[in-house]
């Protein structure tokens, strides 16, 4: 009997990072004898968005959804004792990534590695940022320039290195349909090969072109999103060979890792989650043909807040359980040659084909962002509409919402929490480091880098001096933007009514009879304050009230609370909200609702929405605020006629 040829399995990793270098260097080294084979690190919002923890912008956020890096110090503390050389790290960058792949660097050199055996990669991908998740910096032309910098880069001196991951994850978790998942993430591999393409000579170009590496979200239509895999791979192929003149199909392989679905997760009976996650990790590896690379899964509570240690060890067990107990990876591809597949496969490129050639009419990618980021927003509300009529069954939240209480839940309250204290120490020890270097070597560094920016050289051999120099993260960024200038992406949300209104008539007539008493159309701000850039809700919040005729003001991401206050004195609001989801709701709130008092809003009503905890809750109303929202209130007209009740002057007279 002949031996079974077995696959080698996908990297198993998990995102993972929170409160302090040293703490996030524990949590890895655990994951690794627990038989990770990758690491995936998390930055936190501060480091993501180019700030050091003692910035203005970085209070509440330091250490919260991810590690903050501050410079060489913390990048060594983060990977203390982990052989760089023998290790595959992923790292979730965008914005800052030359710089963090600086530092990465950085600390290889002094592990005595060979950087050119480095194995890893930066996502560096900047066009979601500004379609989805928000933690972008410069305008789109500079940034795509610094993409081209590390592939340029990487590519002579960092070889086995992917020096970008074309990111759709964030797409399907801001509303895209499977056709715009493909199409927007395809056109932005597409923009950044078409700046890459006069960087190297043509013969090298199509090694480059293999080192493009892809990172995608596999959502709970698992037989839809593997098709969906199925057509990346060929479409990826098709625009290789046809486009860029690929011959190689080693150089035209679609690599891809994954992380499923987190936008999905339940806050109601967290529990079921753990069946969502395993089913969307079939569609990312039953077939072969269409295998990831390397899988990351979320831990079944990341609705409620930051996982635990055991939370994350289930879903590596879950990983390793389907590799190693299953049979999965001793058969050839299981859907080849299936007529229900072939025929979905077809349909979805066909679709992202269509959308491909409407991007391409319009200039690609980067003259597309605007259009982009509306259909995403359109999208998502179709989305949530169907939740809300049941058109679309999630379990425990629109259909069978009575259930049994989780013993997973007791005790901790079933999640980790970051100590306060750790931004003040952060702070502490960035200034420590800012007060044992060596300032002329600094200055030095950042004078060269600027003159690299300005010149239109590459940026990273100036980085990488700048790292080991003793640079900052916030110094190098402030470089990057006083070169390039700063950019305030489109939010996606028109001032006109969409023709999404039916069902809305109610709550339309309310809204008009308070106006009338109020003697102008009810006005209503949606701020997001702190750098939380994750404007979903927001930007759902903000559509649904317009629909329903409410003169809404919505700015967009990144605002200080004073600069919110100021909004609201300027439109005369007469309700306010807010969108956190970065668990730095505390302290920004706690500002905010200060300034307004003080500013003499005391009597404006204050609403917040996002991923907060019981007990933060309860801290909140204390506060004043009127009413606090997080996942599980997902009927947004529910939302809409609390804020007509809030502002009403006869229910708040009869109060």
Not at 1 to 29: I, Q, V
Not at 173 to 193: D, I, R
Not at 589 to 608: K, N, S, T
Request: contains cysteine; glycine residues 8%.
């Amino acid at each position: 009997m002949t031996e079974t040829h077995k696959d080698r399995p996908w990297l198993f990793r998990t995102y993972a990072g929170h409160s302090t270098a040293k703490a996030s260097n524990a949590l890895y080294r655990s994951n690794l004898s627990k038989g990770q084979t990758g690491l995936s690190v998390a930055f936190d919002l501060p480091t993501q968005t180019g700030y050091d923890s003692d910035h203005v912008l970085a209070k509440g956020e330091v250490g919260k959804v991810g590690v903050p890096v501050c410079h060489l110090g913390d990048m060594r503390a983060l990977f203390d004792e982990i052989p760089l050389e023998q290790m595959n790290t992923s790292m979730t960058i965008n914005a800052t990534a030359p710089w963090l792949l600086s530092l990465y660097i950085a600390v290889a050199e002094e592990q005595g590695a060979d950087v050119s055996k480095l194995q890893g990669t930066v996502q560096n991908d900047l066009i979601k940022e500004y379609l989805s998740r928000g933690t972008y910096i410069c305008p789109p032309k500079p940034s795509l320039k610094m993409i081209a910098d590390v592939a340029e880069y990487c590519y002579s001196n960092v070889p086995k290195w992917n020096p970008m991951n074309v990111c759709s994850y964030h797409l399907q978790e801001a509303g895209a349909t499977p056709e715009q998942e493909l199409a927007f993430a395809l056109a932005t591999a597409q923009a950044v090969l078409d700046e890459l393409r006069p960087r190297v000579p043509a013969e090298d170009f199509p090694a480059m072109v293999g080192r493009i590496s892809f990172f995608v979200n596999a959502g709970i239509r698992f037989v839809t999103e593997m098709c969906k895999m199925r057509a990346f791979v060929d479409l990826w192929d098709e625009i290789c060979e046809k486009r860029y003149g690929v011959d190689n199909p080693k150089f035209r392989r679609f690599r891809y890792g994954v992380q499923v679905n987190s936008l999905g997760l339940t806050e109601q009976q967290p529990e079921n989650n753990v069946y969502r996650i395993l089913i969307e990790m079939l569609a990312v590896t039953l077939s072969k043909k269409a295998r990831a690379r390397a899988v990351q899964l979320p831990a079944w509570n990341e609705a409620l807040g930051l996982p635990r240690p055991w939370d994350q060890q289930w879903s590596l067990r879950m990983q390793q359980i389907m590799a190693y107990e299953t049979d999965l990876l001793e058969y050839e591809d299981l859907f080849d040659g299936n007529p229900a597949v072939d025929a979905k496969v077809e349909a979805l490129k066909d679709g992202a084909r269509h959308e491909l050639a409407n991007l391409d009419g319009m200039g690609g990618a980067v003259a597309s962002i605007e259009y982009m980021k509306g259909r995403l927003v359109e999208s998502n509300a179709e989305r949530l509409n169907r939740i809300e009529k049941n058109d679309t069954i999630v379990v425990g939240v629109n259909k069978w919402t009575e259930g049994e209480a989780s013993p997973l839940m007791t005790g901790d309250g079933g999640i980790m929490t970051v100590d306060p204290a750790v931004e003040a120490e952060q702070i502490e020890r960035l200034n420590g480091w800012k007060s044992e270097r060596d300032q002329a070597a600094v200055d030095k560094a950042l004078a060269d880098l600027r003159a690299a920016a300005t010149a239109g050289d590459n940026i990273m051999p100036a980085s990488i001096e700048a790292a080991r120099a003793g640079v900052t993260t916030g110094e190098w960024a402030a470089q990057m933007r006083a070169v390039y200038g700063e950019y305030r992406g489109p939010t996606g949300v028109s001032k006109s009514v969409s023709n999404k209104t039916e069902g809305l008539e109610d709550i339309r007539e309310a809204i008009d009879a308070v106006s009338d008493k109020l003697g102008r159309r009810l006005k209503f701000l949606v701020g997001k304050p702190g750098l939380d850039g994750h404007s979903n809700g927001a930007e759902q919040i903000a559509f649904r009230a317009r629909d329903c005729g409410m003169d809404i003001d919505y700015e967009g991401i990144r605002l200080t609370p004073e600069e919110l206050v100021k909004a609201a004195q300027e439109s005369r609001a007469h309700v306010v909200g807010l969108s956190i989801l970065s668990g730095s709701h505390m302290p920004l709130v706690e500002d905010l609702m200060d300034r307004m008092r003080a500013a003499g809003l005391g009597h404006v009503p204050v609403i917040v929405g996002g991923i907060i905890p019981d007990n933060d809750a309860v801290r909140l109303r204390e506060m004043g605020v009127a009413k606090v929202y997080t996942p599980k209130d997902f009927e947004l007209n529910a939302i809409m006629k609390d804020i007509v009740t809030l502002v009403d002057p006869k229910a708040v007279a009869a109060e």
